[in-house]
């Protein structure tokens, strides 16, 4: 899922998928779904205002790919953090889950600040690469790519919209969208974080 350039896209009609969640727990169930699709050289995106929970739907993210949700911390001040490959199960093969990096934008003013950044080696086809505000990353991100864009619903309620812009993703959300419990609009109580 790598090649350089395009800008966030608007959720295409019946393609993008929109859930709600109404905690902590049923953000990173969300993204534990997410992870457990993924495979080396996908990229997902991630936008939303700020306390939308973007961190903690990539904690469940890497929940799903073998990861322990506490080990991973947003790289707001770093830039980009990279975990090793995750523990070997029957999905990942002999090897192991793949290496996940991430990547926060929160502190860049835009493309021009990130141009030093090696992206041959970010959106590597051997990992597994996820970017917050990656609506400051525009115009560098691979086109092939899931976008997730999380929104304030009310104080303790956020909604989740994936938006496919590949067939790649577009193969992630037919999966999650078949997937059983996936929270779609139902009311909930609690926080996402």
Same mark, same amino acid.
């Given at each position: 899922?790598?090649?350089?350039?395009?800008?966030?896209?608007?959720?295409?009609?019946?393609?993008?998928?929109?859930?709600? +969640?109404?905690?902590?727990?049923?953000?990173?169930? !969300?993204?534990?779904?997410?992870?457990?699709?993924?495979?080396?050289?996908?990229?997902?995106?991630?936008?939303?205002?700020?306390?939308?929970?973007?961190?903690?739907?990539?904690?469940?993210?890497? #929940?799903?790919?073998? %990861?322990?949700?506490?080990? !991973?911390?947003?790289?707001? @001040?770093?830039?980009? #953090?990279?975990?090793?490959?995750?523990?070997? #199960?029957?999905?990942?093969?002999?090897?192991?889950?793949?290496?996940?990096?991430?990547?926060?934008?929160?502190?860049?003013?835009?493309?021009?600040?990130?141009?030093?950044?090696?992206?041959?080696? !970010? @959106?590597?086809?051997?990992?597994? =690469?996820? !970017?917050?505000?990656?609506?400051?990353?525009?115009?560098?991100?691979?086109?092939?790519?899931?976008?997730? #864009?999380?929104?304030?619903?009310?104080? /303790?309620?956020? %909604?989740? =919209?994936? =938006?496919?812009? +590949?067939?790649?993703?577009?193969?992630?959300?037919? +999966?999650?969208?078949?997937?059983? +419990?996936?929270?779609?609009?139902?009311?909930? /109580?609690?926080?996402?974080?």
């Amino acid at each position: 899922m790598a090649t350089p350039h395009s800008a966030l896209r608007t959720p295409q009609s019946g393609k993008a998928l929109e859930l709600t +969640s109404g905690s902590v727990e049923e953000t990173q169930a !969300i993204g534990e779904r997410i992870g457990r699709l993924l495979r080396p050289g996908d990229v997902v995106a991630l936008s939303g205002e700020l306390g939308t929970g973007k961190t903690t739907l990539i904690q469940g993210l890497a #929940r799903g790919l073998g %990861r322990e949700p506490e080990a !991973i911390k947003s790289p707001t @001040f770093v830039l980009m #953090r990279e975990y090793p490959p995750g523990p070997p #199960r029957p999905q990942a093969g002999a090897g192991g889950e793949p290496p996940l990096v991430h990547l926060d934008g929160y502190r860049l003013e835009g493309a021009p600040a990130v141009t030093w950044i090696d992206f041959e080696t !970010i @959106f590597s086809p051997r990992k597994v =690469t996820v !970017i917050e505000w990656a609506e400051r990353f525009e115009g560098l991100l691979p086109d092939d790519r899931l976008e997730v #864009r999380l929104a304030h619903v009310s104080t /303790n309620r956020r %909604r989740i =919209t994936l =938006t496919p812009v +590949s067939p790649r993703a577009e193969e992630l959300v037919a +999966s999650l969208r078949g997937a059983p +419990s996936m929270p779609t609009g139902q009311p909930a /109580n609690g926080s996402t974080g």
